[in-house]
């Protein structure tokens, strides 16, 4: 498409997912004006329909308290369940696979428990390098914490000298090298800092080949690439619900759980409510787990954390995965090119490949660090929101649900005005 406002309308007014922008809360300028919102990798926008799923339960509280259990309109009992379908749908997984609880670091937590099983020789994590903060802390925590030597036992993967991003190539000759003390591979789905796409069908084929186990952290990855999980055989996955699943701050995560690994003998950090359905509330004194992943929850559903899930997850419902994914790859190409012709002193780090790349485009500037953070800044008293990585990124990320051709049109004309005052 030619790289004008005049086209930018035109794709616009010809998307059918159009409409669906008005069904999210966008942030305004002290004037008055839409801000230009392009922030969905770290928060997504409030889906307007949240309010009434929560208004449900506080009504339900108020009216029912305990009885709200099996009475609400939504009994909290079985609450989980409704959720662990809709997202193992957008996941490419079967439903029994998916945990809907907690928040992503204590899931992952509670995955190392059960899946990092060091033995004999083979007891190391493999990581990224660039890893987020949160998945090193745990793990290294998690490491020390069973006795063990970080230094020792993680082994962190970086680009190649003078490059960004990770070749899975690299990946996999390090598990052919190093397979045999390799005890569980974690790998990001989508890489936070440099929008990086991972084939993950090709590192869970890498890592069960070298006999390890292999988690994916999908919090870049969930609602933003079509069922990452479909073709793969991870072991277990972990995400969060609030980046493109738009579930609010602090929403309730996920965790995915292979069906091969549903033994009740798993090893796990349990709690009364993985324990098996139908007896849970006979308080037996013996642990016996539910069938698969939903025999890894501990506590009862955290229903006010949740209920904005359902208002969101009905707009993917309705939006359609693929058809997402289309207007997604549509619009990163839009700004990806918006941004080649009109801003030169800025390079996208993400790759350009669309296969290898979500929504999410990371931008470096000419100049260093210094002035990247005051365009940003510039960016951010002008009504632009997206957000800015050290040491020198830019993120932004354009989300088909509810950006369209003419945001993402009139975010560049806005980064060319913070160049210019900014040189
Ligand atoms: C956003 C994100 C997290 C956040 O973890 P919480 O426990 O939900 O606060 C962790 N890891 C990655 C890779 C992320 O992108």
């Not at 086209?7 to 300028?29: K, M, Q, V």
Request: glycine share 8%; aromatic share 8%; charged share 25%.
């Amino acid at each position: 498409m030619a790289l004008t406002l005049k086209s930018a309308l035109e794709a616009d007014a010809a998307d059918p997912l159009a409409p669906l922008r008005e069904r999210f809360g966008i942030p305004r300028t002290a004037q008055g004006g839409r801000c230009i919102y392009l922030c969905g990798h770290s928060l997504g926008l409030m889906p307007l329909a949240a309010r009434a799923e929560i208004a449900q339960e506080l009504d339900d509280w108020e009216h029912l308290a305990v009885l709200g259990h099996e009475h609400a309109r939504r009994p909290w009992i079985p609450y989980h369940d409704a959720l662990a379908g809709h997202v193992a749908q957008l996941l490419g997984c079967r439903a029994d696979e998916v945990a809907v609880m907690n928040s992503l670091t204590v899931n992952l937590q509670l995955m190392l428990a059960s899946f990092y099983r060091p033995e004999g020789g083979r007891r190391a994590i493999l990581i990224e390098a660039g890893a987020f903060p949160s998945d090193r802390y745990a793990v290294t925590t998690h490491l020390q914490w069973r006795g063990l030597d970080p230094r020792e036992c993680l082994i962190e993967l970086a680009p190649r000298e003078g490059e960004d991003l990770i070749g899975e190539t690299d990946l996999e000759a390090v598990l052919e090298r190093r397979g045999e003390q390799i005890a569980l591979v974690l790998w990001p789905g989508v890489q936070y800092l440099t929008g990086q796409v991972f084939d993950l069908v090709r590192i869970e084929r890498a890592a069960h080949a070298a006999g390890a186990l292999v988690g994916f952290d999908l919090a870049h990855s969930v609602g933003n690439m079509p069922f990452p999980l479909r073709d793969s055989a991870a072991d277990f996955a972990v995400w969060c619900s609030y980046k493109y699943l738009n579930a609010g701050p602090g929403a309730i995560g996920g965790c995915f759980v292979h069906r091969r690994h549903f033994d009740p003998a798993r090893p796990r950090l349990a709690g009364w409510w993985g324990h098996e359905h139908a007896t849970r509330f006979d308080m037996p004194r013996e642990f016996r787990p539910a069938s698969g992943a939903a025999g890894f929850q501990l506590s009862n559903q955290s229903v006010l954390a949740a209920a904005p899930l359902i208002a969101s997850l009905e707009l993917f419902r309705e939006a359609g995965m693929r058809r997402l994914r289309e207007k997604s790859v549509a619009l990163t190409a839009f700004l990806d090119q918006l941004i080649a012709e009109r801003t030169p002193q800025v390079r996208s780090i993400t790759p350009r490949a669309t296969a290898a790349r979500g929504a999410q485009l990371s931008l470096r500037l000419n100049g260093g660090p210094e002035r990247g953070r005051r365009v940003f800044q510039w960016l951010a008293a002008h009504g632009t929101i997206c957000d800015w990585r050290e040491p020198d990124i830019i993120r932004a990320a354009p989300v088909p649900l509810y950006n369209g051709f003419e945001d993402v049109f009139n975010f560049v004309v806005r980064l060319e005005e913070a160049l210019r005052s900014n040189d």
